[in-house]
Every structure is written in structure tokens, then in C-alpha cells.
């Protein structure tokens, strides 16, 4: 008899999902490997709106922020991702079905991501406004870690009061 190794057996079409533990998102890893390899195959052949974003938004040319194309990001594929500030870009041509998108949209929400949804006609037409447009919505999904570093980076004290919804007035500090 012969000895499956944990991702032979997970590979398995009778195995369960992986139960949302990990990177699997409740995915098997037969339909998580899927998933890498249509991305692969999508940054290997972008559309030319995507070309023209990725010139733009790659080596963290935006604010300094690392940006990856074609993310896999649970059951979906998004067009660009920025981890850091948990933003989704995403770039809609002409096929795109809006309540379709809003559901997957609300999904991605529910895990923490924002999405900004460009047309392929403003990203050929209009890149200042585009990258303008994401640009505010990294700066809105930036918010300061209430406990400032060692290094005194980070919130005032009053400023993590008011967000906090607290009073330190009178404690010891």
C-alpha cells in the first residue's frame, strides 16, 4: 500500500476542503492550484488596460506600496492587490456583470478587503485620474495602529483617545 503524503491526500477529489485553515480559504488544493494557474496564465497575458495600470502601480512606483497582479484571493482572481492596506483594484471592460461583481465585492469585504473598480476606458484615457483614484483609497484604507512604536511613530495620545473612545485623563502614564 502506498503512502500519501498530506497534499497527495488534500489532491484527492473525495477529500474535504481545507476548511478555511491556511492560505486554502476553505479551498481544496486541487482548485487552489487551479486558481495559481489562471492567474499565472493571466499575468502572462494581460489585457492592454492592465499593461498600462501595472506600468504604473509596479515597483511600488504608487506611494512606495508593493502592488501584485492577478492575486488569488480566495475563490477569486484580483486584477491588482495591495496587501498591505487590503485593497483590491480591479479593472472592468465591457463584460463585466455588476451584480455579479457586487456579491464577489461584499465576499472580499467581509474579509477585510476594500474594492475600487476602474474602466478599461479611464485607464486608456485617463491614467492621472486613475491613479489619482486609487490613490485616495489607499489613503482611506490607511488608518494609524492606535498603540504607537517604540520609535514614537503612530498615534497622539489625544488623537488614540478620540479613536478609541476612551478618557486617560488623570491615569498614570
Known amino acids: 500500500m502506498t503512502q500519501l503524503t498530506l497534499n497527495d491526500h488534500a489532491k484527492q477529489t473525495q477529500a474535504p476542503p481545507l476548511q478555511g485553515r491556511g492560505r486554502g480559504w476553505g479551498l481544496s488544493a486541487e482548485r487552489l492550484a487551479e486558481l495559481h494557474r489562471r492567474a499565472a496564465d493571466m499575468r502572462r497575458n494581460p489585457t492592454e488596460p492592465e499593461k498600462r495600470l501595472w506600468r504604473h502601480l509596479s515597483n511600488s512606483q504608487l506611494g512606495g506600496l508593493k502592488f501584485r497582479r492577478q492575486q488569488v484571493i480566495g475563490h477569486f482572481i484580483a486584477d491588482f492587490g495591495c496587501p498591505s492596506v487590503k485593497l483590491i483594484v480591479e479593472v472592468d471592460g465591457d463584460t463585466h456583470d455588476e ?24 485607464v486608456m484615457e485617463n491614467m492621472d485620474g486613475v491613479l489619482t483614484f486609487i490613490a485616495q483609497a489607499v489613503r482611506q484604507a490607511e488608518r494609524p495602529h492606535p498603540n504607537p512604536s517604540p520609535e514614537g511613530e503612530g498615534l497622539e495620545v489625544v488623537e488614540a483617545q478620540i479613536l478609541l473612545g476612551i478618557n486617560l485623563e488623570g491615569s498614570v502614564r
Open 99 to 122: 451584480a455579479k461583481d457586487r456579491l464577489r465585492d461584499d465576499v472580499l469585504a467581509g474579509h477585510g478587503f476594500r474594492v475600487v473598480r476602474v474602466t478599461n476606458a479611464d
